[in-house]
C-alpha cells in the first residue's frame, strides 16, 4: 500500500533563518506531487506541484520554492523565511494512471507545523 | 474559473444525530470530481467521500453520503449517527475531469467546523 510521509512534524524556525520541508511517498512510482500551506483558521492554498523529476510548477509568487530531486521525494525550501510563512504545510500526491488507483483523487500527508518567530 | 463556496462556517449536531455540510461550486466543464475532506485536530487531511460528476447515482461511505444535484451545482455531505470522532473541519473541493498541467488540482472551499455534542 501507499504511504507518505513528511518531515519534521514540527518546526520552530526565526525570521531570516532558512527552511527544508521533506515528502516521501513509498508504494508508487512517477506520481503527481503537491505542496498546500494552510494558515490558522483558514482553506488551503496551493503552493506548488510536480508532474515529475525536475519539473516543479509555481501557483503563488513567494519567497518558497520547491524541488524533486528524487521521483518519490518532494522537497519545499526557502532562503529567508518571513513571518508570513508560518502555518501548516500539507503534502498530497496523485497516483499516475499507470500505476493503477485513482488518479483524479488527492492523498494527503500528516503535515508540518511550521512557526516563524 | 472554478469556485467552491461552503456557507457554513460552523455547525453542531448532537451525537447520534444527523447533519448536512453545504456545499455550492461553479463551473463550465461537464466533466469533473467533488470531494469532502475531514481535518480533524491533528490536522491531516482525510478523504471522506469522492464523486464523480457522470455519476447520477449519491456516492455513499458507511455513515456519509453526498446529495450531489448537477443541475443546481450543488455537493451536500449528510453525516448519520454522528459519533464524537466526526467532529473536524470539513472540506468540499473541486477537480477538473481533464488531466495535464494545473488541470489536476484540487480548488477547496474555506470549510465548516463540526462540532458533536455528547
Known amino acids: 500500500s501507499q504511504t507518505i510521509h513528511q518531515w519534521p512534524a514540527t518546526l520552530v524556525q526565526p525570521v531570516g533563518s532558512p527552511l527544508s520541508l521533506e515528502c516521501t511517498v513509498e508504494?508508487?512510482?512517477?506520481?503527481?506531487l503537491y505542496w498546500y500551506r494552510q494558515a490558522a483558521g483558514r482553506g488551503l492554498q496551493l503552493l506548488f506541484y510536480?508532474?515529475?523529476?525536475?519539473?516543479i510548477s509555481s501557483e503563488v509568487p513567494q519567497n518558497l520554492s520547491a524541488s524533486r530531486p528524487q521521483d518519490r521525494q518532494f522537497i519545499l525550501s526557502s532562503k529567508k523565511l518571513l513571518l508570513s510563512d508560518s502555518g501548516f504545510y500539507l503534502c498530497?500526491?496523485?497516483?499516475?494512471?499507470?500505476?493503477?488507483?485513482?488518479?483524479?483523487?488527492?492523498?494527503f500527508g500528516p503535515g508540518t507545523r511550521l512557526t516563524v518567530l | 474559473a472554478q469556485t467552491v463556496t461552503q456557507s457554513q462556517p460552523e455547525m453542531s449536531v448532537q451525537e447520534a444525530e444527523t447533519v448536512t455540510l453545504s456545499c455550492t461550486y461553479d463551473?463550465?466543464?461537464?466533466?469533473?470530481?467533488l470531494f469532502w475532506y475531514k481535518q480533524p485536530p491533528s490536522r491531516q487531511m482525510i478523504l471522506v467521500i469522492r464523486?464523480?460528476?457522470?455519476?447520477?447515482q449519491n456516492a455513499t461511505e458507511n455513515r456519509f453520503s453526498v446529495n450531489f444535484q448537477k443541475a443546481a451545482k450543488s455537493f451536500s455531505l449528510k453525516i448519520s449517527d454522528s459519533q464524537l470522532g466526526d467532529a473536524a473541519m470539513y472540506f468540499c473541493?473541486?477537480?477538473?475531469?481533464?488531466?495535464?498541467?494545473?488541470?489536476?488540482?484540487?480548488?477547496f472551499g474555506k470549510g465548516t467546523k463540526l462540532s458533536v455534542k455528547p
Open positions: 498530497a500526491w496523485t497516483p499516475r494512471a499507470s500505476a493503477g488507483g485513482r488518479r483524479d483523487t488527492q492523498y
Open positions: 508504494g508508487t512510482s512517477n506520481p503527481n
Open positions: 510536480s508532474v515529475g523529476i525536475g519539473q
Open positions: 463551473t463550465s466543464e461537464s466533466d469533473y470530481y
Open positions: 464523486q464523480e460528476a457522470y455519476k447520477q
Open positions: 473541493a473541486y477537480r477538473s475531469g481533464r488531466y495535464g498541467g494545473s488541470q489536476g488540482n484540487l480548488i
